[in-house]
Structures are given as C-alpha cells and as structure tokens.
C-alpha cells in the first residue's frame, strides 16, 4: 500500500483492531493526499450483527483498559506501599530477564518521592 489513500473495506473483521491496522497503513509517513476509509455494511446480514459486536467489544475494552481507566489506576509505587515494600530499609529488586542469582539487580527505595 505505498501508494494508497482509499480504503474500500467489505467483509468485517472479528478484531476491529486489524481494520484500524489497514487504516493507519494509509497514514504512513509522507502521506500529502486525503485519505478516505469507506466500510461497506449491508443492512439485515451478518455485516451488520459483526459491526454491533465490534462496537461493543469495543466499548467494553475501553471500559477496561482504555487511557481513562488507566489513569485513575494505581503507580508502582503506591502498589508497593500497599504491600509493605515502601518502609524505610524494605526496598526491592529489579530483576531484568535472564537474571542470575550471582549477577547484581538494581535495589530499589520507594519510601522517597521520586518519580516511579
């Protein structure tokens, strides 16, 4: 798709997520031409049971784990108070992947007020 700026979808997809994939791929860098999305739905089919369905997948995600959600959810820091790891003297590891018991791990404090 380097040179397209029209996307003419005609069979939904199960995952909105792909479709917006195919959206996004015509606002690839150094676009100068409108872009147009066109979905072809056919009243009383199936088209029409599977665009429902995405719309509610869709608001049920966003309920879940959209931006909103995510900000009102709580730091790392305010998790690890929760669980008594924020006391003076009780900090935690940072364990990256591959770990070896002999290799050091970065020590954490989050009794101070930096940033997570």
């Not at 939904?12 to 676009?31: D, K, P, S």
Request: aromatic share 8%.
């Amino acid at each position: 798709m380097s040179m397209a700026n029209k996307c003419i979808l005609v069979d939904l997809w199960w995952n909105e997520v792909l479709q917006e994939q195919a959206v996004c791929r015509l606002f690839r860098i150094g676009q100068e031409r409108n872009v147009q999305f066109v979905k072809l739905v056919i009243k009383d089919t199936i088209d029409e049971y599977m665009l429902d369905m995405q719309q509610e997948k869709t608001v049920e995600i966003n309920n879940t784990i959209g931006d909103d959600v995510l900000k009102q959810r709580n730091t790392i820091r305010e998790l690890m108070r929760m669980f008594g790891y924020g006391r003076k003297g009780h900090g935690f590891r940072v364990v990256p992947d591959g770990f070896e018991e002999d290799s050091s791990a970065e020590e954490i404090d989050y009794d101070s007020d930096d940033d997570d």
